[in-house]
């Protein structure tokens, strides 16, 4: 039946001006909504309807006159009346016409659209439901965030649906049984959900937030502070000195240093520099897609154990994360460690029998760039007339002949030691060609290329990343893992899709370009607003994100050294990936979904465990330096802003609820933690910050970053 109009009459709701300052210098109203645009669902009518209307929605929760509606947790901002906002414009408000129209309402922002609906005999007009801000030039001014207007066919008329919604992720994800018809409605936000945007892109972009970091992000705005991060020149890692590989017994014996096998045969002092680097350097987004990075073209510290090879490895990411992913690919190509650890480094043309090795043939291939499977732009497999996926390339002759093109490399030349057709392990520069080593045969490449036979190794291999990096999967196949990343573990093919078109196409005819890639994944709109509303959408915070946002939203003082002894204990042992494959596979499935979750891969009872174990030693214990490290001194979190709110336990849960979780705070998670703050005496106000600050963030609504 259809859903009939309600007498019902309008209700002056309060609000109240509030000093936003540069929160809304963009140019957005500085007032609070106040209106709230709540959500329903019939199941038997497979319909979606939204009301304004306070004693509308009391009368659908209650069942009264039509039954069978219930809440989608989906809700917005709005105006009630037409003087709360000098921008707000009417949302008129039809129902389909009994007999002749759709047993649905619709409703709209744009003036000439409601005109014309007005004059169809199909709809009727009940209302202006609210008011609201329209899209200028097809985008919402800062202070508001998009609505989204899907159209469900039916089978007929009469069962056809329109849904409005602020997240888009929800939208694609319910492709394609409703048509996107795209941006018809900007919410003016209120300021508790600026702020949570901003603590979203700073979740995102950098280590983690705190108020210094928060109060310039909600000065400046996104792409300012996004474009100030593109610009920040790269921090450094330590210079470490040489070591000669698999001397350690004979060598360290003759150092200076007394931790000569911890400081220079493992990766010690690297790993104290990530994290003490992450905790307070200025060029957060580019370490965290340096970090990125790294965790897609793999090295590993098991079998690269040389602190001084392993930080030339990784400056590598740092020093090109905005760079050319052609670039990066070469420079990762030629680096020595990459050559020693996937057997690049003295790898020869055919001889005595001996093929060449096809082991980074075959990683650069299937990790560092296409994948085994043909995909779309949105990273869908590409299917052949039988619905099986096609393979990216041939197992023999392709992987054979990128093996034959990487041959004829060797460690660079030691200072003072005359150069061999194999130099000795070193990793203090690139590898070196050998041209002798060479095969210069011709070879079959990605998509049929072959590299005509007589060029020489620099030409062959030059071409041969030029071939990986022009193929179609690239975009997306890099581009999803960097979303994985950053933003969420399971993105839509549709963000996808614009992120590979970044890739493709910087804006100026330039392909790879990561400046633009990075900036598309930041501020795509499924990265951005103040409303994420799509179960599926956020991530588990890895252990070194969990460990250092933590320590930043206290402004905490580290040499790196107790991060360092965590992060293997939380499942993440830093630079020590178990194989090539990472820490953990981008296409892990949550167990009992078939969602993505790479993350949740490492986390098993006993690293959920350290992880409380990690936030209980954060907030209460002392953690001295270490004194075998000269300049060490240890990890000093800062407690006095949280110890001056401890007062009022209510204020402390909101700062946190803000700082740590961008307001998402649920009542019973509050109602559970107020008892146990409030059994602290007020007089240890700094007992109250450190328990509740404890609670927060090893809460479940904090590990799963959304």
Known sequence: MPFPPFARKTRVLAFATVALGAVYAQGAAAIEPTASVIEYYNASLNHFFITAYADEAAMLDQGVIVPGWTRTGVTWSAWANPGDSATGVPVCRFFGTP???????????????????????????????????????????????????????????????????????????????????????????SAAQVQADAIRLLEQSTFGPNDTSLAHVQTIGTQAFLNEQLAAPASQY???????????????????????????????????????????????????????????????????????????????????AFGNYEDILTKVTLSSVMGDYLNMVNNDKPANGVSPNENYAREVLQLFSTGVWELNQDGTRILDAGGAPIPTYDQDDTIEGFAHVFTGWTYPVLPGVPARTHNPKNFLGDMVPVDANHDKSAKTLLNGVTLPAGQSIQSDLNDAIHNIFTHPNVGPFIGKQLIQKLVTGDPTPQYVSRVAAAFNNNGQGVRGDMRAVVNAILTDPEARGAIKLDAGYGKLREPALFMAAAARALNTASDGVYFQQQSAQLGQNLFNPASVFNYYPPTYVLPGTSALAPEFAIQNSSTAINRYNFGNTLSFATIAPLPTLPGAIGTRPDWTALSALAGDPNALLDKLNMLLLHGTMPAAMRASILPAVNAIAATDPLTRAKTTFYLVVTSPQYQVER
Request: charged share 15%; hydrophobic share 40%.
């Open 99 to 189: 007999g002749i129209g759709p047993n649905s309402h619709f409703y709209t922002a744009d003036a000439n659209e409601c005109a014309v609906v007005k004059q169809n005999p199909g709809w009727t007009f009940e209302a202006i439901a609210f008011y609201i801000d329209a899209p200028q030039s097809g985008a919402c001014n800062a202070g508001t965030t998009p609505i989204y207007r899907s159209f469900y066919p039916g089978a007929d008329v009469s069962q056809s649906n329109h849904r409005f919604l602020p997240d888009l992720t929800m939208f694609e994800h319910m492709a394609p049984a409703s048509i996107l018809e795209g941006l018809v409605m900007c919410s003016p936000l």
């Open 238 to 320: 330590p210079a470490l000195k040489y070591v000669p590989a698999g001397q350690q017994a004979t060598f360290c014996p003759t150092d200076p240093d007394p931790q000569c096998p911890r400081d220079y045969y493992s990766l010690f002092l690297l790993q104290n520099a990530f994290f003490a680097n992450a905790l307070t350097a200025n060029d957060q987004l580019r370490q965290r897609v340096a970090f990125a990075l790294s965790q897609i073209l793999v090295t590993s510290g098991l079998d690269v154990n040389f602190a001084y090879g392993m930080a030339t490895y990784q400056q590598i990411f740092r020093d090109n």
